[in-house]
């Protein structure tokens, strides 16, 4: 059950799920998960994912996520590097693509010296001076900054590791830009992830870890939002949310459990 309902339960139709944090961390599926999304998808509630994940194509996210137990159709997954490649080719533009090596075959059709536009993604250990520095003179050079995520941290399973949002801020800090955000919080990747349902914002429940791009992105977004003390969640995180409305429970399982079943909610009216 919800330590503290959503608002809004009510009016849920379907549900957009994070990936790391919620479903799994690391390379463990969190107990009682998958059992608990099989109920919602039986109780006729549709699913649909959402990840700032940037290290790995979408293609081989699926994989994994399909070696974890959970089976995703490529199109219900929603990425910011699926965004981020359909701008540059609606506005033909050439970018300098900072990327693990993984990701690059999404990209492999843009070529040219990188002079429109800084694509940030996650490169992991791959991040050092020599990269950075090249950003920042293509930035000096009156390029924008694209970024596929603002996080500051995520969980791995041997405890939390720095995300792509400190990277981010240290170029915007030394080119004096405010870089184009294209993964959570941006409620266009939240709007783009439930398209295809057909249903009003209001009507799906986003369920997440992370209090800023998840919570508060969806709220942003006119989304119902429930934070799961999961991942990377720390204690108080709950009391960090800058807006009201926000739910709370213990785990993925707790969050359906109580949207199957609202009368075990407390505080419910």
């Known amino acids: 059950m919800f330590l503290q ?12 799920l ?6 799994y961390v690391g390379q463990q ?15 006729g509630f549709p699913v649909r994912y959402i990840t700032n994940t940037t290290r790995h194509s979408r293609a081989r996210i699926v994989r994994e996520m399909a070696a974890l137990g959970f089976n995703i159709p490529p199109e219900h997954l929603a990425t910011a ?5 359909a701008r540059l080719q609606a506005e033909g533009l050439n970018p300098l693509l900072l990327l693990t090596p993984d990701l690059e075959p999404e990209f492999e059709d843009f070529a040219g010296d990188g002079s429109d536009v800084v694509v940030l993604g996650d490169m992991g250990e791959a991040f050092d001076y020599a990269h950075l520095n090249r950003a920042f003179r293509r930035m000096m050079h009156g390029a924008p900054l694209w970024t596929m995520g603002m996080n500051r941290y995520f969980r791995e399973g041997d405890g939390l590791s720095l995300d792509l949002g400190p990277f981010a801020r240290a170029l915007e ?10 993964g959570k919080p941006d409620p266009r990747l939240f ?10 914002p209001e009507e799906v429940l986003m369920v997440g870890d992370d209090v800023t791009s998840d919570v508060e992105g969806a709220l942003d977004a006119g989304m119902a939002a429930c934070l799961v003390q999961t991942g990377k969640y720390q ?35």
């Open 5 to 16: 309902p959503p608002s809004g339960l009510d009016r849920t139709r379907a549900v957009l």
């Open 18 to 23: 994070d990936l790391s944090g919620v479903l």
């Open 29 to 43: 599926t969190l107990p009682g998960v998958p059992q608990a999304l099989e109920r919602l998808q039986a109780a």
């Open 81 to 85: 590097p699926t965004a981020i490649r």
């Open 173 to 182: 800090y030394a080119a004096g830009v405010t870089a184009e955000n294209f």
């Open 191 to 200: 709007h783009a992830a439930v398209a295809d349902l057909g249903l009003r």
């Open 235 to 269: 204690a108080g995180d709950e009391n960090l949310c800058g807006q009201p409305g926000a739910g709370l429970a213990g785990d993925l399982a707790d969050v359906i459990d109580g949207l199957l079943d609202p009368a075990c909610n407390p505080h419910d009216d």
